[in-house]
């Protein structure tokens, strides 16, 4: 079996997908900020792209929060492809992932049970500014 290849791995605010098959990844993230926890943030997406692939395979995408490993988002799937050139784009849609803390939470990306590639997630309290002191 081929060893699979990473494209891409992003947060995004939304992702849409045209009539065409393209996909629209529109606002680019790496931090969400919150006055007040536990939290579930407003809809948002993950783009995972992988390629160099053939035939039936299993993927995981799992968000940790880092300091416990606390799982906070576990996505399992399988797709199908049909050449190694081909790519393949995972975009899930999140909804109501509860973050409990602030702090560094991970996503990974696995194929058949082996990791090929992670990407940082922080979350921080938004701080009152100076002059509202």
């Known amino acids: 079996m081929?060893?699979?290849v990473l494209v891409g791995l992003l947060f995004a605010d939304k992702i849409i997908i045209?009539?065409?098959?393209?996909?629209?990844?529109?606002g680019t993230f790496n931090r969400f900020y919150s006055k007040k926890f536990p939290i579930a943030f407003p809809p948002w997406a993950i783009y995972a792209a992988v390629?160099?692939?053939?035939?039936?395979?299993?993927?995981?995408?799992t968000l940790v929060r880092e300091e416990t490993n606390q799982v906070i988002l576990p996505l399992n799937g399988q797709f199908d492809v049909r050449s190694r050139n081909d790519v393949v784009e995972l975009t899930p849609g999140i909804f109501g992932a509860v973050f409990p803390k602030e702090g560094t939470y991970i996503l990974t990306l696995s194929i058949d049970g082996?990791?090929?590639g992670a990407r940082v997630l922080f979350v921080d309290v938004v701080k009152e500014s100076e002059d509202k002191k």
């Not at 045209?18 to 529109?26: H, L, S, T």
């Open 2 to 4: 081929s060893e699979p």
């Open 18 to 26: 045209e009539n065409n098959g393209k996909r629209g990844v529109i």
């Open 51 to 61: 390629t160099n692939l053939e035939g039936k395979h299993e993927f995981a995408l």
């Open 114 to 116: 082996t990791q090929i």
